[in-house]
């Protein structure tokens, strides 16, 4: 696990700074404290910053390799996961490793198949640039769910890429604003697809490849999808028997995970008390037969706090269970920290929670840990899914019970209701239009969504003038994707490609993981387990009012009682609302940040708008689950006060120079690499 940058000049006679490739590196030093390299010629350079997890040396390690021919250049973040294997049908064939690197396995299958060609031998999780030279054409790659990012921009005659947005802004030439309509989406929490809060700054899309080439003197990009879930037409699911689903998901999810124990540092798991992590200790702990490192954080709230199942469970297969007790009123403390690494408002706390678990787990030596994250999407975890079938299924469900059930699941979950479920259901047209219906996970967002044209500064709000960001949502999506598949299948989709993405795998997954040079492997999101779980007909992921009861069956023998038999808990931190002094802390960033000063200076926001959004939230009519939704936005409009000072008002080039420095970092220090 790493961080990547390049620069491809679209004239290949124009040379590259390596100081700039060099400072590229530095200033994501959090993503690779191991070691840098660096290599350019042609018009292209690009740089590495390395975490060392597979093959330990230093120099044979060091990236960004060149094969032996010089005609490939890659750097690549992230795990090719079943590499021994395709390197051994490799050598078989005649090849030479330099390096026992998983990524060198793609310096040898890129000239004997071609890039895109071989990408369906590539698992795991990874963000790669691979320029070839006979080509004259670059590859920006991202996995198939986006667990790793990804990030470019085309400036003139040149295309600047990195793993984070810092990276990019780190180049002198390229511009730090934000777009409108990013701005936008920051404050209502979902982002459109593909997009950033930043003007001309766009994110690889997941399971995409960006080809960029040089014709006559400019740059040609173009974004081509190489994979996608694949759910089948209504009707077309698996004839399955439910002992053979719960077969295709436990031995999927076992084989995910013990690929991801491969490592040649010491691998832990993540534990909090639902069905996800659970099940991932436990199929760790019976394939390491020993005790496995066990990583939990707990709350001082016990609303939100799992850590009595994650005991119970880590008990139950003796693993060496590590709790972080967090004192909520503490978190923001860590905001603006997590937010220079997110890049992107968060609605909840609980992404300084992981920010400082990830450095707790860094501490006690671990450089690696295998996760639930993926769990809800492929079996239907979430509230919003049984929502959106209860109200949208088809002939399968009694329509006496339809009703009725969404009434009780909105009473279970009264407690995340404005952030997990909407206080009211939201129609929103475009969204209708394109998926049948307005998907039950976007309508708390829509909720927020409404509040936001009065935030904004009034020349922003000019400039949006009409703007409709369900709409925006809408047209990302895939309609024949979405087109007559399962109502369930739909509301997964739309989850994978907004929340997923935009959310769980960026501020509560790598960013924050990253940020204390710590790797998550989400074993849910092995793309081998997913494309199965897709085709499991919807009976068997929510049966009743039971969400992922295939995965219930799959890990009964090793999940305690009250595990298995316990609803969905969303997994968040306390919002501020719900303690006097979790709020008084957020009202002191809100001080610091949304003060009249602070908002003219940055020219984003509105003073009067803010002023109304906090009044709002103090009524005394206002319900519980509005100050859940009012909460999120009043993280979000702090969140891009704060990214403002980050990336807009600071020099981030100058940071990038003196952070090399500190390192002692510089293009005379690393020798170019070879493979």
């Given at each position: 696990?790493?961080?990547?940058?390049?620069?491809?000049?679209?004239?290949?006679?124009?040379?590259?700074?390596?100081?700039?490739?060099?400072?590229?590196?530095?200033?994501?030093?959090?993503?690779?404290?191991?070691?840098?390299?660096?290599?350019?010629?042609?018009?292209?350079?690009?740089?590495?910053?390395?975490?060392?997890?597979?093959?330990?040396?230093?120099?044979?390690?060091?990236?960004?390799?060149?094969?032996?021919?010089?005609?490939?250049?890659?750097?690549?973040?992230?795990?090719?996961?079943?590499?021994?294997?395709?390197?051994?049908?490799?050598?078989?064939?005649?090849?030479?490793?330099?390096?026992?690197?998983?990524?060198?396995?793609?310096?040898?299958?890129?000239?004997?198949?071609?890039?895109?060609?071989?990408?369906?031998?590539?698992?795991?999780?990874?963000?790669?640039?691979?320029?070839?030279?006979?080509?004259?054409?670059?590859?920006?790659?991202?996995?198939?769910?986006?667990?790793?990012?990804?990030?470019?921009?085309?400036?003139?005659?040149?295309?600047?890429?990195?793993?984070?947005?810092?990276?990019?802004?780190?180049?002198?030439?390229?511009?730090?604003?934000?777009?409108?309509?990013?701005?936008?989406?920051?404050?209502?929490?979902?982002?459109?697809?593909?997009?950033?809060?930043?003007?001309?700054?766009?994110?690889?899309?997941?399971?995409?490849?960006?080809?960029?080439?040089?014709?006559?003197?400019?740059?040609?990009?173009?974004?081509?999808?190489?994979?996608?879930?694949?759910?089948?037409?209504?009707?077309?699911?698996?004839?399955?028997?439910?002992?053979?689903?719960?077969?295709?998901?436990?031995?999927?999810?076992?084989?995910?995970?013990?690929?991801?124990?491969?490592?040649?540092?010491?691998?832990?798991?993540?534990?909090?008390?639902?069905?996800?992590?659970?099940?991932?200790?436990?199929?760790?702990?019976?394939?390491?037969?020993?005790?496995?490192?066990?990583?939990?954080?707990?709350?001082?709230?016990?609303?939100?706090?799992?850590?009595?199942?994650?005991?119970?469970?880590?008990?139950s297969v003796d693993a060496d269970q590590d709790v972080l007790r967090l004192d909520a009123t503490h978190l923001y403390d860590h905001f603006e920290e997590t937010l220079w690494h997110t890049e992107r408002t968060i609605y909840n706390t609980l992404a300084v929670a992981k920010l400082l678990m990830s450095r707790h787990v860094r501490d006690a030596h671990y450089k690696v840990v295998v996760t639930g994250e993926g769990s809800d999407e492929l079996f239907a975890g979430y509230p919003a899914f049984r929502n959106d079938l209860f109200l949208h299924g088809a002939d399968e469900l009694p329509a006496s019970d339809r009703e009725e059930w969404a009434r009780a699941l909105h009473d279970q979950n009264a407690l995340f209701k404005g952030a997990m479920l909407a206080e009211a259901e939201i129609v929103d047209p475009a969204l209708t239009s394109r998926v049948g219906f307005t998907p039950a996970c976007l309508q708390p967002w829509l909720a927020a969504a409404r509040h936001v044209p009065g935030l904004l500064h009034p020349d922003v709000a000019r400039e949006l003038t009409g703007y409709d960001p369900g709409a925006a949502i809408a047209e990302a999506l895939d309609a024949s994707a979405l087109a007559k598949r399962h109502p369930l299948d739909r509301a997964q989709y739309v989850w994978i490609k907004t929340m997923l993405e935009g959310q769980i795998l960026t501020w509560g997954g790598d960013r924050v993981d990253m940020a204390n040079?710590?790797?998550?492997?989400?074993?849910?999101?092995?793309?081998?387990?997913?494309?199965?779980?897709?085709?499991?007909?919807?009976?068997?992921?929510?049966?009743?009012?039971?969400?992922?009861?295939?995965?219930?069956?799959?890990?009964?023998?090793?999940?305690?009682?009250?595990?298995?038999?316990?609803?969905?808990?969303?997994?968040?931190?306390?919002?501020?609302?719900?303690?006097?002094?979790?709020?008084?802390?957020?009202?002191?960033?809100?001080?610091?940040?949304?003060?009249?000063?602070?908002?003219?200076?940055?020219?984003?926001?509105?003073?009067?708008?803010?002023?109304?959004?906090?009044?709002?939230?103090?009524?005394?009519?206002?319900?519980?689950?509005?100050?859940?939704?009012?909460?999120?936005?009043?993280?979000?409009?702090?969140?891009?006060?704060?990214?403002?000072?980050?990336?807009?008002?600071?020099?981030?080039?100058?940071?990038?120079?003196?952070?090399?420095?500190?390192?002692?970092?510089?293009?005379?220090?690393?020798?170019?690499?070879?493979?």
């Amino acid at each position: 696990m790493c961080g990547i940058a390049g620069v491809f000049h679209a004239d290949r006679d124009r040379p590259i700074d390596p100081e700039t490739l060099v400072a590229m590196a530095a200033i994501q030093h959090h993503r690779g404290p191991d070691g840098f390299g660096w290599q350019a010629f042609d018009g292209i350079g690009m740089s590495h910053a390395r975490l060392s997890i597979i093959d330990l040396d230093a120099n044979r390690g060091r990236q960004p390799f060149v094969s032996a021919d010089r005609r490939f250049l890659l750097a690549q973040n992230g795990e090719f996961y079943d590499y021994q294997r395709i390197r051994a049908e490799l050598v078989a064939r005649g090849a030479r490793f330099a390096t026992r690197s998983d990524s060198e396995i793609l310096l040898h299958l890129a000239p004997r198949l071609g890039v895109e060609e071989s990408l369906p031998h590539l698992r795991g999780e990874f963000a790669f640039a691979l320029y070839d030279r006979d080509a004259d054409e670059l590859s920006l790659v991202r996995d198939r769910f986006g667990i790793k990012p990804l990030y470019y921009v085309v400036v003139g005659d040149r295309l600047v890429f990195g793993s984070e947005l810092k990276v990019l802004f780190a180049h002198p030439d390229v511009p730090r604003r934000f777009d409108p309509a990013g701005l936008f989406h920051q404050l209502m929490q979902t982002i459109v697809p593909g997009t950033t809060a930043f003007a001309g700054i766009r994110q690889v899309p997941p399971g995409h490849v960006v080809r960029v080439r040089r014709r006559d003197g400019r740059l040609q990009v173009e974004e081509r999808r190489y994979w996608d879930i694949d759910f089948p037409e209504a009707g077309g699911h698996a004839a399955t028997t439910d002992a053979e689903a719960v077969d295709v998901v436990r031995s999927g999810l076992l084989e995910a995970v013990q690929l991801r124990l491969e490592a040649d540092v010491p691998v832990g798991c993540y534990l909090s008390g639902g069905i996800d992590s659970c099940s991932i200790l436990g199929l760790a702990s019976a394939v390491r037969q020993g005790p496995v490192k066990a990583f939990t954080i707990g709350f001082d709230n016990a609303d939100y706090d799992e850590t009595p199942i994650a005991r119970e469970m880590a008990r139950s297969v003796d693993a060496d269970q590590d709790v972080l007790r967090l004192d909520a009123t503490h978190l923001y403390d860590h905001f603006e920290e997590t937010l220079w690494h997110t890049e992107r408002t968060i609605y909840n706390t609980l992404a300084v929670a992981k920010l400082l678990m990830s450095r707790h787990v860094r501490d006690a030596h671990y450089k690696v840990v295998v996760t639930g994250e993926g769990s809800d999407e492929l079996f239907a975890g979430y509230p919003a899914f049984r929502n959106d079938l209860f109200l949208h299924g088809a002939d399968e469900l009694p329509a006496s019970d339809r009703e009725e059930w969404a009434r009780a699941l909105h009473d279970q979950n009264a407690l995340f209701k404005g952030a997990m479920l909407a206080e009211a259901e939201i129609v929103d047209p475009a969204l209708t239009s394109r998926v049948g219906f307005t998907p039950a996970c976007l309508q708390p967002w829509l909720a927020a969504a409404r509040h936001v044209p009065g935030l904004l500064h009034p020349d922003v709000a000019r400039e949006l003038t009409g703007y409709d960001p369900g709409a925006a949502i809408a047209e990302a999506l895939d309609a024949s994707a979405l087109a007559k598949r399962h109502p369930l299948d739909r509301a997964q989709y739309v989850w994978i490609k907004t929340m997923l993405e935009g959310q769980i795998l960026t501020w509560g997954g790598d960013r924050v993981d990253m940020a204390n040079s710590m790797e998550a492997r989400p074993a849910f999101l092995d793309h081998h387990l997913a494309e199965r779980a897709a085709t499991l007909p919807p009976s068997v992921r929510i049966r009743g009012r039971t969400e992922k009861w295939v995965l219930r069956e799959a890990m009964k023998g090793l999940l305690p009682r009250v595990l298995y038999e316990r609803e969905k808990f969303a997994f968040m931190a306390p919002p501020a609302h719900t303690d006097p002094h979790k709020w008084a802390a957020m009202r002191g960033l809100a001080e610091r940040h949304l003060s009249p000063e602070a908002i003219a200076s940055a020219g984003l926001l509105s003073v009067d708008g803010v002023d109304a959004l906090f009044a709002l939230h103090d009524a005394p009519d206002t319900t519980d689950a509005t100050r859940n939704t009012l909460d999120a936005v009043f993280n979000h409009m702090i969140g891009v006060q704060v990214l403002h000072a980050h990336f807009v008002a600071a020099d981030v080039p100058a940071l990038a120079r003196a952070r090399a420095r500190e390192l002692g970092w510089s293009a005379a220090g690393a020798e170019p690499a070879r493979a």
